[in-house]
């Protein structure tokens, strides 16, 4: 069974960053597209960034504009795993992260890493 394991979140002061990371048990993970998204209180999951696969859709990344310019996604397919750097985080990216790979017919996510930005 594929499992997700995200890590990283936790309570961060407006301005300050944080790192998510995202193992991911997929066998050919190299094939998979990535991404993450997001879900705050009372709002519709939205997502975040992405990266796609190197070998199936061109490597390319694609951001929220409400991120661009602070977060970064990447990936390493050797650790199977993806990450999202953020910096200059705001209380408005407070938020449920969920983690998401997909490549087919299969599509898997993550249980969820909570980030709170507060001072």
């Known amino acids: 069974q594929v499992q997700l394991v995200e890590s990283g979140g936790g309570l961060v002061q407006p301005g300050g960053s944080l790192r998510l990371s995202c193992v991911a048990s997929?066998?050919?993970?190299?094939?998979?597209?990535v991404g993450w998204y997001r879900q705050a209180p009372g709002k519709q999951r939205e997502l975040v960034a992405t990266?796609?696969?190197?070998?199936?859709?061109?490597?390319?990344?694609n951001y929220a504009n409400s991120v661009k310019g602070r977060f970064t996604i990447s990936r390493d397919n050797a650790k199977k795993t993806v990450y999202l750097q953020m910096n200059s985080l705001k209380s408005e990216d407070t938020a449920v992260y969920y983690c998401?790979?997909?490549?087919?017919?299969?599509?898997?996510w993550g249980q969820g890493t909570q980030v709170t930005v507060s001072s």
């Open positions: 990266a796609a696969s190197g070998v199936t859709s061109g490597g390319t990344t």
């Open positions: 998401n790979v997909y490549f087919q017919r299969n599509d898997y």
């Open positions: 997929v066998s050919t993970f190299i094939l998979y597209n």
